[in-house]
């Protein structure tokens, strides 16, 4: 079947049967992720960027919150890598978008992929905004591999992930390694499962 023109202007991949799409964590040069977030919603590309609430205090004006980025020049981008290429080439708005390479794989300049699964329950906690979660820079989670384990119930049910130190408390951390990595504040002890 061939892919019409509205159909790439639009940014949708009908060239293929089935669902080709695969979820890239991409670099945002110059922290440009939410004009690059706000061109891929106008495409129709599924697309996801951590944010967290930061205290905002400035002279004038009552400190308040406003939502950022929660990890610097970082976007998950669902899509085919052709079409993503493509757009990057063709569309100035999304020229920032650069892949990210697998750096613990013994092959040189492969592109960084999440399979679905890992990247629906990362969303499901990064995607919280409230203090039941926090972004975890590289220093906070080596270590000692923990166990692996399930949330059995309340908001994070089904959830999993490996418990780990952080701020000498152990907390469910769900890891996409070398990408991000994210912690639940608490889970009752109960809740978990180790699988």
């Known amino acids: 079947m061939a892919e019409t023109e509205a159909s790439k202007r639009m940014g949708h991949d009908t060239s293929m049967c089935g669902d080709p799409k695969i979820w890239f964590p991409m670099r945002v040069t110059y922290q440009r992720e939410m004009k ?4 891929l919603d106008r495409l129709g590309i599924e697309n996801f960027v951590p944010m967290t609430y930061r205290l905002i205090d400035t002279e004038g004006a009552d400190p308040h919150r406003e939502l950022f980025p929660a990890i610097n020049s970082l976007i998950f981008v669902h899509s085919t ?25 013994g092959k040189k300049h492969e592109i960084m992929m999440v399979p679905d699964r890992q990247m629906e329950i990362f969303m499901r906690v990064a995607a919280m905004t409230d203090d039941s979660v926090m972004f975890l820079d590289e220093k906070s989670v080596i270590g000692k591999e923990g166990k692996h384990v399930r949330i059995m119930g ?3 049910k089904g959830v999993e992930g490996v418990i780990r130190r952080v701020k000498r408390c152990k907390r469910v951390v769900v890891e996409l390694e070398g990408i991000a990595s994210v912690a639940i504040a608490y889970v009752p002890a109960v809740f978990l499962k180790e699988i």
């Open 36 to 39: 690059v977030k706000t061109e």
């Open 81 to 105: 890598q052709e079409l993503i290429s493509r757009l990057k080439l063709s569309n100035e708005a999304l020229e920032p978008l650069r892949y990210m390479m697998d750096r613990t794989s």
């Open 154 to 156: 309340g908001v994070f």
